[in-house]
């Protein structure tokens, strides 16, 4: 496993969620050490805070574990980055993001 970037993808994803450093650890009930470590490829979490990390910033295991096996025109990555900028959209503009998304797709 990839620890420099598993930590890259668990800050950028801690960033849009506006979470600093002490209010993940808090949610995960581990130091913000801890976290600081995970974050700069420090310290190697286990299977289980992985799980843990995932969960509470709302992301798939898979996305964080296997970021190196990435890069950002692959469907999984674009899947998961669309769906972290825009869990907190309301219905309304869910409606508009598809609606833009269904305009787009008929410029083919």
């Given at each position: 496993m990839n620890y420099k970037l598993l930590?890259?993808?668990?800050?950028?994803?801690?960033?849009?969620?506006?979470?600093?450093?002490?209010?993940?650890a808090e949610k995960l009930g581990v130091s913000t050490t801890?976290?600081?470590?995970?974050?700069?490829?420090?310290?190697?979490?286990?299977?289980?805070?992985?799980?843990?990390?995932?969960?509470?910033?709302g992301?798939?295991?898979?996305?964080?574990?296997?970021?190196?096996?990435?890069?950002e025109a692959s469907d999984v990555y674009f899947i998961e980055q669309v769906k972290s900028l825009t869990q907190d959209f309301e219905s309304k503009q869910k409606q508009l993001v598809l609606k833009s998304i269904e305009t787009l797709k008929e410029f083919k």
């Open positions: 930590g890259e993808k668990i800050r950028e994803q801690r960033k849009n969620k506006n979470y600093t450093l002490e209010q993940l801890f976290i600081g470590q995970i974050e700069r490829a420090k310290g190697k979490p286990s299977l289980e805070t992985v799980v843990k990390i995932a969960n509470v910033l992301v798939s295991v898979d996305y964080l574990i296997f970021a190196d096996l990435r890069n």
